[in-house]
């Protein structure tokens, strides 16, 4: 029911910068609280940061605390993930969620999108 497309993963040294996006269509557009997740090789898949359907709230792994930064644009139905200060670690395939509610949420996503691929060269 609700389609979320990722974009803006790469290659990038380490120290480096992204920016990832995720747009969502179908469902009732922006009215969904938003999560990114992420899966190295080898392991399970983790939280890294959601935000209200609103953008009024905001939870982030303690792993990526002070260098990602979630934000959204509800008229474009589209979330981001702004990826600074990057290190090796954080290589891995990004995923953006949906899940039905309003608030902040590190579980529960209901949707998800095909993931996009973000490798860190040190």
């Known amino acids: 029911q609700v389609q979320l497309v990722e974009s803006g993963g790469g290659l990038v040294q380490a120290g480096g910068s992204l920016r990832l996006s995720c747009t969502a269509s179908?469902?009732?557009?922006?009215?969904?609280?938003m999560g990114w997740f992420r899966q190295a090789p080898g392991k399970e898949r983790e939280f890294v940061a959601a935000?209200?359907?609103?953008?009024?709230?905001?939870d982030y792994a303690d792993s990526v605390k002070g260098r990602f930064t979630i934000s959204r644009d509800n008229a474009k139905n589209t979330v981001y993930l702004q990826m600074n200060s990057l290190k090796p670690d954080d290589t891995a395939v990004y995923y953006c969620?949906?899940?039905?509610?309003?608030?902040?949420?590190?579980?529960?996503?209901?949707?998800w999108g095909q993931g996009t691929q973000v490798t860190v060269s040190s």
């Open positions: 935000i209200s359907w609103g953008g009024g709230s905001t």
């Open positions: 969620a949906a899940r039905v509610g309003v608030a902040v949420s590190t579980s529960g996503y209901k949707y």
């Open positions: 179908g469902g009732t557009g922006s009215r969904y609280p």
